[in-house]
C-alpha cells in the first residue's frame, strides 16, 4: 500500500524535514506515526497525500511512484487518500451535509448517490441527524468527527491523520480513536500521527517514531 524507499524531502530554507527514510506499510494495516514537533511526521503524511513531492527516492502507494505521477493524475490519486487534520479545515458557512459531500462532489458523483454516502458516513461517526447543522454549533469532538466523515466519505483505501485527537479530551481521543479501529477492522489502511504516547502504547498497533526526519523506531506493542 505505501512503501518509502531512501526518501529525503529538503526545504531550501529549513534544510532536510526528511532523510534517507524507507518503511514499508501493508494493505490493510493501522500503524502510529510518533516523534518529536519538527520531526518530519506532518511531511511524511503530505507526500503520501502528494501535497508535496519528495527530493530523493521512491514514495510508492499503491502502486504508483508519486514523485514522477504526472500532474494530470493527481486527482485520481488524492480521490483514494482520505486525510484529516487536526484543526478539521471545515468550512464555517456551509452545513455538515455541505462539508462532508465536498469529495464527492468534487469527483462528480450523481446528487442521489451524495446524499446516500454522506448519510452512511455520519451514520460511521455518530453524527446521522446533525447533516444541517453549521460546524460552529457543534463540539470539538463533533467537528472532528465531521473531518473524519468527509475523509472516509468516498471509501478510499487509505486514511492518513495528522494529529486528530490534539485539541481533544482523553475520553473524546479514544472515542476517535474507536473510530479509527473500526475502519481498520473493515480494511482501510491507515496511518495516523501523534504525539499523545500514552494513548499509542494502549493500544495494539504498529508505532514508527521519526527523530529530526530520520526512522528511529519500528515497534509494535
Same mark, same amino acid.
Given at each position: 500500500m505505501i512503501r518509502f524507499k531512501h526518501v529525503t524531502k529538503r526545504y531550501p530554507q529549513h534544510g532536510d524535514a526528511l532523510k534517507n527514510l524507507s518503511f514499508e506499510l501493508k494493505p490493510g494495516e493501522m500503524a502510529f506515526l510518533t516523534g518529536h514537533s519538527g520531526a518530519g511526521k506532518s511531511t511524511l503524511l503530505r507526500l503520501i497525500g502528494l501535497i508535496e513531492r519528495p527530493t530523493r527516492g521512491q514514495v510508492i502507494v499503491n502502486g504508483r511512484n508519486l514523485r514522477h505521477l504526472p500532474t494530470r493524475k493527481i486527482p485520481l490519486h488524492r480521490r483514494e487518500v482520505g486525510m484529516i487534520f487536526q484543526d478539521h479545515r471545515l468550512l464555517i458557512d456551509r452545513t455538515v451535509f455541505d462539508n462532508v459531500a465536498l469529495p464527492l462532489v468534487a469527483a462528480g458523483y450523481r446528487h442521489k448517490e451524495v446524499g446516500r454516502r454522506v448519510r452512511a458516513a455520519l451514520d460511521q461517526v455518530g453524527l446521522l441527524g446533525r447533516e444541517w447543522t453549521l460546524p460552529? !454549533? $457543534?463540539? @470539538? @469532538?463533533?467537528?472532528? !468527527? +465531521? @473531518? #473524519? &466523515? !468527509? &475523509? #472516509? +466519505? &468516498? !471509501? *478510499? *483505501? $487509505? +486514511? $492518513?491523520a495528522d494529529e486528530p485527537t490534539g485539541n481533544l479530551d482523553p475520553e473524546l481521543s479514544r472515542e476517535i480513536m474507536g473510530l479509527f479501529e473500526r475502519l481498520h477492522q473493515v480494511g482501510v489502511t491507515l496511518l495516523i500521527a501523534s504525539h499523545d504516547l500514552a494513548l499509542i502504547m494502549g493500544l495494539p498497533y504498529r508505532t514508527l517514531t521519526l527523530t529530526s526526519g530520520s526512522l528511529s523506531g519500528d515497534t509494535r506493542t
Open positions: 460552529i !454549533r $457543534l463540539s @470539538g @469532538g463533533e467537528q472532528q !468527527r +465531521v @473531518g #473524519i &466523515a !468527509r &475523509a #472516509i +466519505v &468516498a !471509501r *478510499p *483505501p $487509505l +486514511v $492518513l
